[in-house]
Every structure is written in C-alpha cells, then in structure tokens.
T-cell receptor, first 112, second 118 residues
Framework: KQEVTQIPAALSVPEGENLVLNCSFT??????LQWFRQDPGKGLTSLLL?????REQTSGRLNASLDKSSGRSTLYIAASQPGDSATYLC???????????FGEGTQLTVNP | DTEVTQTPKHLVMGMTNKKSLKCEQH?????MYWYKQKAKKPPELMFV???????INESVPSRFSPECPNSSLLNLHLHALQPEDSALYLC?????????????????FGAGSRLTVL
C-alpha cells in the first residue's frame, strides 16, 4: 500500500526566504504526483502536476521536482511571501484506481 | 468554467436533522468525488461516481447517502449524523470516468462545506 510522508510538518520562515518542502512515497510506480495548497478551512488548490516521465515542473515562484527511483518530490518556493502561508499537500494516485494518497501536509507560515 | 462549486459553505445541524450538501461542475468531467477532511488531517475519500454511477464507496456509514442526478451535479444527503461527523466535506471532479488518475486526469476540488453536528 502506498504511503506518502511530508517533512517538515510545520515550517516558519521570514519573508523573502527560499524554501523547500519534501514529499516521499513508498511505491515508485506512480503515474504522476500533484502538489496542492490549502488555506485554513478552504478547499484544495492544485499548484503543480508532475507526470511520471517528467523531472520537474515550474509555475511562477514554484518549482516541483520528481525523482521516482528514490521515491521523492520537492516543492521549491522562491522569495517567499506572507501570502504563501498555507498547508501544502502532495498526493499520488493509486495505480489500481481512483484513490489519491495524500501526505499529512506541511503547514507553512511566512512572517512579514 | 474551471470551478467546482459547493453549497452551502457552512452547515450546522442537529443529530436528528436531514440536510444535503451540493456540488456542481461544468467542466464536462465524468467522475465526481466526495472527500471528508478533519482538522489538520489530509482528505479521506468517501465516494466516487463514474458516469453518474457509484463506483466506489469507502465503507461509509449509511447516514451519508450520495446521489448523482446528472453528470454536473453531486449531492450528499445527511441524516442522523453524529458529532464526530463534523468536518470539512470536499467535492472534486476529474475528466476521465474510468477513474484512474493518470496523466492529465487530475482532481479539481471545490472550496468545501464546513459541517458542524451538534
């Protein structure tokens, strides 16, 4: 059964810092990996999707990488801003069906 | 339209009430999902509909009753809930009805309905 782990569980940084969020998964036979952002009490917003054949995806100040062989993905946030404060979740689909396996999330706080 | 719309945003109900959560999408997606999320936990899958037919029920108690009247709408009927059912209920949709989340067949989530059971 796929297990997804995110480290750290919480992170607090001053504004302007570059930071890295980590996601690891136990079964490397994944189709893709998706990073989501969730603001408190809100739904999930998809940030980046990396296909299994890709090594990275970029969107603005966000860059996600994928290393299937080692079962790892990272989300790099450049020049962090207070508006980046949220919980970041990574998720991979189970190979056999419709289920997404989520990590527990990293709660990010960017201080002005 | 690239949104999944959920109503109501907040719902407070007693344990004897009957209420419904509603979800709507106009992206032409053929798979729709209900997730439950407790505070500081990741979402947990409850139900999956594929081409308006229930394809996955994750052993959810019968006090939760899903309904998919058409390809754009998904309801979750609530009856005789318990206080521990209080949570954020998230609806999602994806393009492919086959259900396998491959390639670009990714989930689009709604903003959620915050349910409090007294």
């Amino acid at each position: 059964k796929q297990e997804v782990t995110q480290i750290p569980a919480a992170l607090s940084v001053p504004e302007g810092e570059n930071l890295v969020l980590n996601c690891s998964f136990t079964d490397s036979a994944i189709y893709n990996l998706q990073w989501f952002r969730q603001d408190p009490g809100k739904g999930l917003t998809s940030l980046l999707l990396i296909q299994s054949s890709q090594r990275e995806q970029t969107s603005g100040r966000l860059n996600a990488s994928l290393d299937k062989s080692s079962g790892r993905s990272t989300l790099y946030i450049a020049a962090s801003q207070p508006g980046d404060s949220a919980t970041y979740l990574c998720a991979v689909p189970e190979t056999s069906g419709s289920r997404l396996t989520f990590g527990e999330g990293t709660q990010l706080t960017v201080n002005p | 339209d690239t949104e999944v719309t959920q109503t109501p945003k907040h719902l407070v109900m007693g344990m004897t009430n009957k209420k419904s959560l509603k979800c709507e999408q106009h992206m032409g997606h053929r798979a729709m999902y209900w997730y439950k999320q407790k505070a500081k936990k990741p979402p947990e899958l409850m139900f999956v509909y594929s081409y308006e037919k229930l394809s996955i029920n994750e052993s959810v108690p019968s006090r939760f009753s899903p309904e998919c009247p058409n390809s754009s709408l998904l309801n979750l009927h609530l009856h005789a809930l318990q206080p521990e059912d209080s949570a954020l209920y998230l609806c999602a949709s994806s393009q492919v009805a086959a259900g396998v989340l491959t390639g670009a067949n990714v989930l689009t989530f709604g903003a959620g309905s915050r349910l409090t059971v007294l």
